[in-house]
């Protein structure tokens, strides 16, 4: 599986954007970049997916590089609740139907 | 129910004891993973099933690791003779549809937390 590189940790202040970067040099040209975030004591929770386009949900954004080398994941308006692990992960269009988790990003936000 | 159940939540065993852990997948869904969490870690993938076929369990760690889904709905994992190395969270999650469309959301159970004493 092709690997992502995520920063440990980030810190944001409530009702601020927050944009969490992904490295993703080598992803190939079939692979979705998803992202999940899991709450404390939570199972994980699907927040968006994309391919080359920017995407958009009521969650958040997906912004992807033009090479798809790197993507972020925008928060528009950061709320306490958002606190959470968010991992970046690359999945193949074909039989490559489970998720490979990293360590993710630990998402801090201050009130 | 709206979502993925798993039972129970928390399961203490003692070494050598056999535990099963239970999911109950969103009806109507086909495919049903199970992955481990170590604290601190991210899940990492152990079995995949698509309906009750059993498509790929090369993420269980040993022999003693065991997974069935006979009627295509719920799914039972069950660990034998304990040990520590096995404490983590178990999470169960299913998604729609089959192999040949992936590229949808996963939806996860609130995990069991197993600790072996």
């Known amino acids: 599986d092709a690997k992502t590189t995520q920063p440990n940790s980030m810190e944001s202040n409530e009702e601020e954007p927050v944009h969490l970067p992904c490295n993703h040099s080598?992803?190939?040209?079939?692979?979705?970049i998803h992202w999940y975030r899991q709450l404390p004591s939570q199972g994980p929770e699907y927040v968006i997916h994309?391919?080359?386009s920017n995407v958009n949900n009521r969650m958040a954004s997906l912004a992807i590089a033009e090479d798809r080398k790197s993507s972020t994941l925008i928060l528009h308006r950061a709320t306490l609740r958002d606190a959470a692990v968010y991992y970046c992960?690359?999945?193949?269009?074909?039989?490559?139907?489970?998720?490979?988790f990293g360590k993710g990003t630990l998402l801090t936000v201050n009130p | 129910g709206a979502g993925v159940s798993q039972s129970p939540r928390y399961k203490v065993a003692k070494r050598g004891q056999d535990v099963a852990l239970r999911c109950d997948p969103i009806?109507?869904?086909?495919?049903l993973f199970w992955y481990q969490q170590a604290l601190g870690q991210g899940p990492e993938f152990l079995t995949y099933?698509?309906?009750?076929?059993?498509?790929?369990k090369s993420g269980l760690p040993s022999d003693r690791f065991f997974a069935e889904r006979p009627e295509g709905s719920v799914s039972t994992l069950k660990i034998q003779r304990t040990q520590q190395e096995d404490s983590a969270v178990y999470l169960c999650?299913?998604?729609?549809?089959?192999?040949?469309?992936?590229?949808?959301?996963?939806?996860f159970g609130q995990g069991t937390r197993l600790t072996v004493v």
């Open positions: 992960i690359l999945k193949g269009a074909g039989s490559n139907y489970k998720l490979t």
């Open positions: 009806s109507g869904h086909v495919s």
């Open positions: 080598t992803i190939s040209g079939t692979d979705y």
């Open positions: 994309g391919l080359t």
């Open positions: 099933f698509q309906n009750e076929a059993q498509l790929d």
């Open positions: 999650a299913s998604s729609v549809p089959g192999r040949k469309k992936m590229n949808t959301e996963a939806f």
